[in-house]
């Protein structure tokens, strides 16, 4: 039986004592805050309004109603507390169900087949090939990581796609002031990664332009020739595009995300010119005296937006019209998802009501996931100032961090497994943190504070997971005997005396240990929180939570030193449960694990 199967079985039989309950009637069992208050709880308050009764008489009705039946063999007893009906379950069958279930699914414990039949497309990361990505962008691909694995988790098919902006005025400063300014000077022959060479010619021309306007309007000329199939322009283009783009992939492989599919606006912008165009003729949109094509959202509280220029060269949504209706070409998704920045709320506001003027009825499927802006002690990243904190700078400082922190922990290691380790505990940290926060939420970045391995950090759950893994080898090796590294009761294990015995749940009965139970009890339903809400940080709170139960049992009760041979292969039972639980909701969240910290 599994966890989801427990809570049915109870709402299922409390529908059954119901018969007026409408079928589409919600029914949602919680944890209650205190374990006095029991160990589920079903909040009378919108049954109340249904019953036309107040919530209290209904909770006291509930529980006569429900004392002449068998809901589920799990519940011991019922009792109601003002608008609350409690349940209370047999501890031992219960942590019977829950232990064994994560034991034998393991990795696919808390995967379900909601979104079966399903398919989401989720775009995220969207670099621009001027620059290196920053630490916004590592927000922005850690956030669309974790929600697409969430949704794989419950049973959506996910198309993961990147969209790469490599065209634009923004993109012809640096290619200009490369021209003007370059040299011929390569990656290579400075030693730079390709997207930081770059992007550093896209800071000169910022630099440059302020006591030099006129190189905006060569820019924009370069622009035009580039729009215009200019072979030169072109060819400069090619080469920096590709400059940038293997920096990229380097960026991607080091923070361990990948795509299904690539998109480029260079390869996209034609299409929405033509749709624009088709729209123009059915008088969708208008062409003003000097040219320029837009349309007007006045109505819709979005005013005037310009769609083409004057010149006939393409803005961001030209391309963005375009590529909405490849992706539905490509895919079909029922849900397409786009992650970016809260500073781009009024674009996509603009693209989905374009989209809809102009008659594609799937633009309702089209959501803007958008997340607050990350600010770093002295204010908002500027690129174009050279004001900001690039990705991979910020990942080798933070592995620096990782390694101070490790050394001083154990200065014997070797250099080979600090760097192993500090590679993956300055991730955890660095996801952790933007992970931690709901995506609207506004991040204020403190690297520090987040490789901390006390605290609400990653480092400190993959510490508890790591503590976990060091009691259950030194159970093994006190027991040399103990072939099985998985503790099951539904195998006999042997533990040493020559006696193969079942494990006996009957002992776990204290408080730190029941709060554990409850947190594994939760993990199913909290993940499929997570992904239906786009939310990680549900999940990233839970851990954090779950981790936090751990070190309070873990301080008050012994494991190895347990009282009794029984209690302590059960404790061995529960903690490698909650091993189990923490490395898979990490993995989800693009996190590692460590056996050893």
Request: proline content about 4%.
């Amino acid at each position: 039986m599994s966890c989801k199967i427990i809570k049915k079985e109870i709402l299922d039989g409390i529908r059954k004592l119901l018969p007026e309950l409408p079928r589409d009637f919600s029914l949602e069992l919680e944890i209650p805050p205190r374990p006095e208050m029991g160990d589920l709880s079903l909040a009378c308050f919108n049954l109340a309004k249904l019953l036309k009764k107040s919530p209290v008489e209904t909770a006291a009705d509930l529980v006569s109603i429900c004392k002449g039946s068998t809901l589920t063999s799990f519940i011991s007893r019922m009792e109601n507390v003002g608008p609350y009906l409690n349940f209370f379950l047999k501890k031992e069958a219960w942590f019977k169900e829950v232990c064994e279930e994560i034991l034998k699914k393991r990795e696919k414990f808390g995967k379900s087949s909601f979104g079966k039949g399903r398919r989401i497309l989720i775009e995220y990361s969207a670099p621009n090939t001027n620059k290196p990505q920053h630490l916004g962008h590592l927000r922005n691909n850690f956030l669309g990581w974790a929600v697409a694995n969430l949704l794989t988790a419950v049973g959506f098919k996910v198309v993961k796609a990147n969209l790469v902006n490599d065209r634009g005025i923004h993109i012809c400063k640096s290619m200009l002031a490369y021209q003007k300014w370059g040299k011929n000077r390569t990656p290579e022959s400075e030693k730079i990664k390709g997207d930081h060479f770059v992007g550093q010619y896209y800071v000169l021309f910022e630099q440059k332009s302020k006591k030099n306007p006129e190189l905006l309007k060569e820019a924009q000329k370069m622009l035009a020739r580039w729009e215009a199939g200019d072979s030169e322009i072109l060819s400069l283009w090619q080469q920096m595009n590709k400059w940038a783009l293997d920096g990229f992939v380097k960026t991607y492989k080091k923070i361990g995300i990948s795509f299904d599919k690539w998109y480029f606006e260079s390869d996209t912008y034609n299409s929405g010119k033509k749709i624009i165009l088709r729209a123009l003729k059915k008088k969708l949109c208008e062409r003003r005296e000097d040219g320029t094509i837009e349309i007007d959202l006045i109505k819709d509280g979005l005013g005037k937006k310009v769609l083409l220029r004057a010149d006939g060269t393409s803005v961001y949504v030209t391309q963005d019209i375009g590529l909405a209706k490849l992706k539905q070409r490509d895919f079909r998704p029922d849900k397409s998802i786009y992650v970016v920045a809260s500073e781009q709320d009024y674009h996509f506001k603009v693209l989905f009501k374009v989209l809809e003027l102009f008659g594609f009825d799937w633009v309702k499927n089209c959501q803007h996931l958008s997340y607050g802006m990350v600010f770093l002690p002295q204010g908002k990243m500027k690129s174009r100032e050279g004001r900001v904190v690039d990705a991979d700078e910020i990942i080798n400082q933070m592995e620096q961090l990782a390694k101070s922190e490790i050394l001083a922990r154990d200065p014997d290691l070797s250099p080979s497994e600090v760097l192993e380790r500090a590679q993956i505990i300055a991730l955890a940290a660095l996801k952790f943190y933007f992970l931690k926060f709901t995506p609207a939420q506004i991040v204020h970045f403190n690297p520090e504070e987040s490789i901390s391995f006390e605290g609400a950090t990653g480092p400190y759950i993959q510490y508890a997971y790591a503590r976990i893994q060091s009691i259950i080898e030194k159970s093994k090796s006190k027991n040399q005997s103990t072939k099985q590294n998985v503790l099951c009761s539904a195998e006999p294990i042997n533990m040493g005396s020559g006696q193969k015995s079942k494990i006996n749940y009957s002992v776990l009965r204290n408080k730190e240990e029941v709060e554990l139970l409850k947190q594994m009890f939760q993990f199913p339903d909290m993940l499929e929180k997570s992904a239906l809400d786009f939310n990680p940080a549900h999940l990233a709170n839970y851990l954090l939570k779950l981790a936090q139960k751990f070190n309070e049992f873990y301080h008050e009760h012994p494991v190895l030193r347990a009282k009794t041979n029984d209690l302590k292969k059960a404790r061995l039972v529960l903690i490698q449960t909650v091993a189990l639980v923490i490395k898979k909701g990490l993995n989800l969240l693009g996190i590692e694990v460590l056996d050893k910290m």
